[in-house]
């Protein structure tokens, strides 16, 4: 390694990557924008390090392919290559079981969607003088970077960023920062505003105006409807979902098809299945097509779309709005069905997975975004009898520490 010399600061090597993505050395200081063979720069900042010069590239870096990777703090992991980068992920979710006592269970090699794929993302808008940044904070700040580009971003989307930015420069007042919510659905862009301001006719009339000049299927704002021009639709199967504003879906097309192939093979044998935390069905509407299913979810709105487009579609899906982690389904309320699918926040499953430890379910099948919180519930069940077969890691949010995963557990 190279010495010391009269430039101020430390020269150390990274060793691994944390579980946030930043480069590790051997003695625990966390070094943001660094790989596994690096060697660096810094000056120290307690637990920290600021990186000052790059030494020398270690074999994981690569070419980042965004121009504000390093300032937007959107993506944490593009200055990485793609196998040492998919192996550190697939690892968080090994290492999170390891942590709960589970050393033996197959985990897969990683699934991973494309960039380019991603088709929700939550933006912010802020007026600057006359002009308006679009994008997102810097990592560990409320500055926002005006994005020019987004290599995550389906292309309807990245297109939508500069024409939010003309836009709303006559909307917004100054240093005023609005929250944009946009999905690209089946009959087109559903975008959703946050903005803390009183209702006015003005407000409404120039977010109106929008709406139409960018041909949106729909504007809200703050959960008011403002401009429909098609209702968004979400098609599941045979199935079309009328969504609510604001309803949850997975971020990607590619990682919902993937974690719907994976739930139906899971579910195979079962009869009679509940969905919890069911969303606008993606799951529970992918499995209709050959299961009785009982969708539980604690948002209203959405429990209702999936109740109307399983209607419409003459499936055995019955709905019921409840709030999971306050009354979980209890162990005779369980009793009816063969299989469980899970597809919780990334807080997890705590009192439901508590409440299955204690119940005859035959399968549990358990989709979740957040491998610590899965690790944990994972262990409740397996302390109640269940055995966890198979975890299954799919990278659909690119170049972040978030990993999505599919596992099954048998009784």
Same mark, same amino acid.
């Given at each position: 390694?190279?010495?010391?010399?009269?430039?101020?600061? %430390?020269?150390?090597?990274?060793?691994?990557?944390?579980?946030?993505?930043?480069?590790?050395?051997?003695?625990?200081?966390?070094?943001?924008?660094?790989?596994?063979?690096?060697?660096?720069?810094?000056?120290?900042?307690?637990?920290?390090?600021?990186?000052?010069? #790059?030494?020398?590239?270690?074999?994981?870096?690569?070419? $980042?392919?965004?121009?504000?990777?390093?300032?937007?703090?959107?993506?944490?992991?593009?200055?990485?290559?793609?196998?040492?980068?998919?192996?550190?992920?697939?690892?968080?979710?090994?290492?999170?079981?390891?942590?709960?006592?589970?050393?033996?269970?197959?985990?897969?090699e990683i699934v991973a969607v494309a960039p380019g794929t991603r088709r929700r993302?939550?933006?912010?808008?802020?007026?600057?003088?006359?002009?308006?940044?679009?994008?997102?904070?810097?990592?560990?700040?409320?500055?926002?970077?005006?994005?020019?580009?987004?290599?995550?971003?389906?292309?309807?989307?990245?297109?939508?960023? $500069?024409?939010?930015?003309?836009?709303?420069?006559?909307?917004?007042?100054?240093?005023?920062?609005?929250?944009?919510?946009?999905?690209?659905?089946?009959?087109?862009?559903?975008?959703?505003?946050?903005?803390?301001?009183?209702?006015?006719?003005?407000?409404?009339?120039?977010?109106?105006?929008?709406?139409?000049?960018?041909?949106?299927?729909?504007?809200?704002?703050?959960?008011?409807?403002?401009?429909?021009?098609?209702?968004?639709?979400?098609?599941?199967?045979?199935?079309?979902?009328?969504?609510? $504003?604001?309803?949850?879906?997975?971020?990607?097309?590619?990682?919902?098809?993937?974690?719907?192939?994976?739930?139906?093979?899971?579910?195979?044998?079962?009869?009679?299945?509940?969905?919890?935390?069911?969303?606008?069905?993606?799951?529970?509407?992918?499995?209709?097509?050959?299961?009785?299913?009982?969708?539980?979810?604690?948002?209203?709105?959405?429990?209702?779309?999936?109740?109307?487009?399983?209607? %419409?579609?003459?499936?055995?899906?019955?709905?019921?709005?409840?709030?999971?982690?306050?009354?979980?389904?209890?162990?005779?309320?369980?009793?009816?069905?063969?299989?469980?699918? #899970?597809?919780? $926040?990334?807080?997890?499953?705590?009192?439901?997975?508590?409440?299955?430890?204690?119940?005859?379910?035959?399968?549990?099948?358990?989709?979740?975004?957040?491998?610590?919180?899965?690790?944990?519930?994972?262990?409740? #069940?397996?302390?109640?009898?269940?055995?966890?077969?198979?975890?299954?890691?799919?990278?659909?949010?690119?170049?972040?520490?978030?990993?999505?995963?599919?596992?099954?557990?048998?009784?």
């Amino acid at each position: 390694m190279p010495q010391q010399g009269d430039a101020p600061g %430390q020269i150390v090597e990274i060793v691994k990557l944390g579980h946030a993505g930043d480069g590790v050395t051997a003695d625990g200081l966390f070094i943001a924008g660094t790989v596994p063979g690096d060697v660096v720069r810094v000056e120290r900042q307690g637990e920290r390090g600021h990186l000052v010069e #790059l030494i020398e590239k270690g074999p994981a870096r690569a070419a $980042p392919p965004c121009v504000h990777f390093g300032t937007c703090g959107g993506c944490a992991l593009q200055h990485v290559a793609r196998e040492a980068y998919l192996a550190w992920k697939r690892d968080l979710v090994v290492t999170a079981l390891k942590q709960r006592g589970f050393v033996d269970v197959p985990v897969d090699e990683i699934v991973a969607v494309a960039p380019g794929t991603r088709r929700r993302a939550s933006f912010k808008a802020q007026r600057r003088g006359d002009q308006v940044a679009v994008g997102f904070y810097e990592a560990g700040s409320r500055n926002l970077v005006d994005l020019r580009e987004c290599p995550i971003l389906v292309p309807e989307l990245a297109r939508l960023m $500069p024409l939010m930015r003309r836009h709303l420069a006559g909307v917004l007042r100054a240093n005023e920062t609005v929250e944009l919510l946009a999905t690209v659905t089946d009959t087109g862009i559903d975008l959703a505003l946050t903005l803390k301001r009183k209702r006015e006719a003005d407000l409404l009339m120039g977010l109106s105006a929008i709406a139409s000049t960018l041909k949106l299927a729909r504007l809200s704002w703050n959960g008011e409807d403002v401009a429909i021009a098609a209702v968004p639709f979400l098609r599941v199967g045979r199935f079309a979902v009328a969504l609510p $504003p604001g309803a949850f879906l997975q971020p990607t097309k590619e990682g919902e098809r993937i974690l719907q192939e994976f739930v139906l093979d899971g579910a195979t044998g079962a009869r009679a299945i509940a969905d919890l935390f069911a969303g606008c069905g993606t799951l529970a509407l992918a499995l209709a097509g050959h299961h009785t299913v009982h969708a539980v979810d604690s948002v209203a709105p959405q429990v209702d779309a999936l109740l109307a487009a399983a209607r %419409q579609g003459r499936a055995r899906v019955t709905g019921e709005t409840r709030d999971l982690f306050r009354r979980p389904l209890l162990p005779t309320e369980l009793a009816r069905f063969d299989a469980v699918v #899970l597809d919780p $926040p990334r807080p997890g499953a705590m009192a439901q997975a508590k409440a299955l430890a204690q119940s005859k379910v035959a399968k549990v099948l358990y989709v979740s975004c957040n491998a610590a919180s899965f690790a944990r519930d994972a262990r409740i #069940l397996a302390d109640g009898g269940y055995r966890l077969e198979r975890v299954r890691p799919i990278d659909q949010f690119l170049w972040s520490p978030h990993v999505e995963l599919f596992a099954q557990f048998s009784r």
